[in-house]
């Protein structure tokens, strides 16, 4: 029987009987975090922390981006845990991941139109995107790994793309909370654009290195 066979038909057999989430939420959730602390020590070694972080706005805009970082993470593990189960895929609507990134757009919106419209470029590109555009992937990398291994190891996905993308939604999302300790750009369409940009990245690689390094 071909591997692909094979995947095929332990997915139709775990579709009547699904696979128990416990211990599969227990270890994926030690990756992430792991993933978690390994992309705050290289964001805190590589880059630092910004000065005045623990200050009125700079602390407000911390915990916003610490909030849309968690909630992205958080339904990215509660699905991961699903997905890396054989059949799994089939109880997984992928789209309630979108929420928080849909809830931050709309924010950023409302926040547009509080400013005049000449302000908007630097609304939007802040003083560092370029950091933060390359920042966000190359942290995710140990987090993907990380990730990666783990689902290897104790999971047995059939939908390689989706779990892929998942891992590097995780992945993603971990490292943009490393990042936000040192962002320096205090603006909800920053966030919006910039963060929810780059992870979105992270979940476009994810979903193509997904059929590769997921395959069993």
Do not use: N
Not at 115 to 135: A, D
Request: hydrophobic share 55%; proline share 5%; charged share 10%.
């Amino acid at each position: 029987m071909k591997t692909d066979d094979l995947i095929g038909f332990l997915g139709s057999s775990f579709e009547r009987e699904p696979v128990r989430t416990s211990w599969m939420t227990r270890r994926l959730g030690l990756a992430v975090a792991v993933g978690a602390a390994c992309a705050l020590f290289l964001a805190l070694a590589v880059l630092g922390v910004r000065p005045g972080l623990m200050q009125g706005r700079p602390l407000l805009f911390l915990a916003f981006k610490l909030a849309f970082a968690a909630a992205v993470g958080g339904l990215a593990i509660r699905y991961l845990v699903r997905v890396a189960s054989p059949g799994g895929e089939s109880r997984v609507h992928l789209g309630i991941a979108a929420l928080p990134f849909v809830a931050v757009a709309a924010l950023a919106g409302a926040s547009l139109t509080t400013v005049p419209r000449e302000h908007w470029h630097g609304q939007i590109s802040g003083h560092s995107w370029l950091e933060c555009l390359v920042s966000i992937p190359l942290i995710a990398i140990v987090p993907f790994a990380v990730v990666t291994w783990a689902v290897r190891r104790f999971g047995a996905p059939t939908d390689l793309i989706r779990a892929g993308a998942l891992v590097g939604l995780a992945a993603g999302a971990v490292s943009a909370l490393g990042y936000s300790l040192h962002c320096m750009d205090d603006t909800v369409p920053f966030v919006a654009v910039w963060y929810g940009g780059t992870i979105a990245l992270c979940t476009l690689a994810g979903a193509v290195l997904g059929p590769r390094l997921l395959r069993w």
